[in-house]
């Protein structure tokens, strides 16, 4: 069902998009105390010199006004409310903008912003391993990828996705290492390991990157992509394994219990199936169905985030003349869920925008800013990730079935007329790690002391001093 011109008119006429949907539910349009637009990367108002720092529990950025600490600051026109300092990274080369609450408590409760290390904000406690800084291009790649990673999260907090750091769970919690390729050493890989997302920095190098975009023939090739896709590994092993949602998962997807090395090397000498643009947002989505659920996960993120910004500085796309036909309750996983005609009014508002957006992108003589043509057949997938989404707010953070605690007792919506599954194998399930195991530096205990000459070997949870 096409968006009716009432519900787009109203969303465009000053609501939000969280007016209209679940999820998502953002705003990315920030203003400063003097009026003027701020953004996320913002630590000071360039109109009035106001401080700026991000609040993950209202999921913005904020202005800033000092107290009677010159190390703390209060929300403007706040001057009661909670007091917050700055993330011991603001002052490094990762140029955090990210505030710690002044007291933090030792047991937040099963909210999202577990396991805070002394001194650093949720978004630096997530990082265990940081590259070597003694190499001269290294703290701008550090840059880079810390900004990607700060967007990534400031998107799964307003999502109300759950985020455990490596240090409140140290088994499976969240922990990147940022890792360089190191002379005489095996190529870094990039890639998720049971909590541990490894990426290789020469990622944030743009020329490097574009490089490999060309080799592969890949249409699209971020940083911001690369955060967006391993973390959908670690919310599949989170959301999806240990929950009723696997069946739903596996009848969209298929079986993931089948070799995962075997469907790589067999992506990689074959290539992919010849209809593949027909079932899946990106060719490297039919390889597996966890790298289906990866891509279409980031897929999602994209987005969503791209949705919520564009209507957040009122951009309008609904007049526009498409080149493509919008989609219907027939291309859904679910056609009678109360939130179908919702998810579809977010989609094709997708599809107007990205409509002119391209347009946009050809004006500047640049390459379409969506070089996709999203199927059919993948918008079943889409609406299973936006339900599960969705069904995340307000619920307890998942427990790992194997802890001994249940796992989330959240029950994936009722179907009308149910999907079959795709002949499931009849073995237990087992997590992406068990199949894929993706190599990844050598693990320290945690360390405070300056980087050694090697700094690819962990040193988590460090605020490099100015």
């Avoid at 650093?120 to 265990?128: F, G, M, N, V």
């Avoid at 020469?202 to 971020?222: F, N, V």
């Avoid at 696997?246 to 079986?255: C, E, K, P, Q, S």
């Avoid at 987005?303 to 910004?309: E, L």
Wanted: charged letters at 20%; hydrophobic letters at 35%; glycine letters at 6%.
């Amino acid at each position: 069902m096409p968006p009716s011109e009432t519900s787009s008119t109203h969303v465009h006429s000053g609501g939000s998009l969280a007016d209209e949907l679940a999820a998502p539910a953002v705003s990315r349009a920030y203003v400063c105390q003097c009026g003027r637009p701020v953004y996320l990367r913002n630590s000071q108002c360039l109109a009035c010199g106001t401080p700026l720092g991000y609040v993950t529990s209202r999921v913005g950025v904020l202005p800033l006004a000092p107290t009677d600490d010159p190390e703390l600051f209060t929300v403007f026109g706040e001057p009661d409310g909670p007091r917050y300092r700055r993330c011991a990274n603001f002052s490094t080369a990762a140029g955090c903008n990210w505030l710690v609450p002044e007291d933090e408590e030792p047991d937040p409760g099963p909210a999202h912003t577990h396991g805070l290390a002394p001194g650093l904000c949720l978004a630096c406690s997530a990082t265990r391993t940081i590259p070597d800084l003694s190499v001269p291009e290294n703290p701008e790649l550090w840059l880079k990828m810390e900004t990607a990673k700060r967007r990534l999260m400031s998107q799964l907090l307003a999502l109300g996705l759950p985020i455990s750091t490596r240090l409140a769970d140290p088994a499976h919690g969240l922990a990147f290492d940022f890792l360089s390729n190191l002379p005489g050493a095996p190529r870094v890989l990039t890639g998720h390991q049971d909590g541990v997302i490894t990426l290789n920095i020469e990622e944030g190098d743009d020329a490097q990157r574009e490089k490999t975009r060309a080799e592969m023939r890949e249409p699209y090739r971020t940083l911001v992509g690369h955060f967006r896709h391993e973390i959908g590994h670690y919310y599949w092993d989170v959301l999806v394994a240990p929950t009723p949602w696997l069946d739903g998962f596996r009848a969209l997807f298929g079986d993931e219990t089948q070799d995962y090395g075997q469907a790589l090397q067999r992506h990689y000498e074959n290539g992919p199936p010849a209809d593949w643009a027909l079932r899946y947002v990106t060719s490297y989505a039919s390889t597996h169905p966890w790298e289906d659920w990866a891509e279409t996960w980031a897929h999602y993120l994209h987005m969503a985030d791209t949705v919520d910004t564009a209507l957040s500085f009122g951009v309008n796309a609904v007049n526009v003349e498409l080149t493509s036909d919008l989609f219907t309750r027939e291309d859904l996983w679910q056609p009678e869920h109360e939130d179908a005609d919702r998810f579809l009014d977010f989609l094709n508002g997708w599809v107007r925008l990205t409509n002119v957006l391209n347009e946009l992108s050809r004006s500047m003589g640049q390459p379409d800013f969506y070089p996709f043509v999203l199927p059919h057949a993948a918008v079943g997938k889409l609406q299973f990730i936006h339900q599960l989404v969705t069904a995340q707010r307000g619920q307890p953070a998942p427990v790992r079935a194997e802890s001994g605690e249940p796992a989330p007792v959240q029950e994936p919506p009722p179907a009308g007329d149910p999907v079959p599954v795709q002949d499931p194998s009849p073995e237990p399930a087992v997590s992406q790690q068990d199949q894929a195991p993706v190599p990844v530096e050598g693990t320290a205990p945690l360390v405070t002391e300056a980087p050694a000459a090697n700094a690819d070997e962990p040193l988590p949870q460090q605020p490099l001093a100015a």
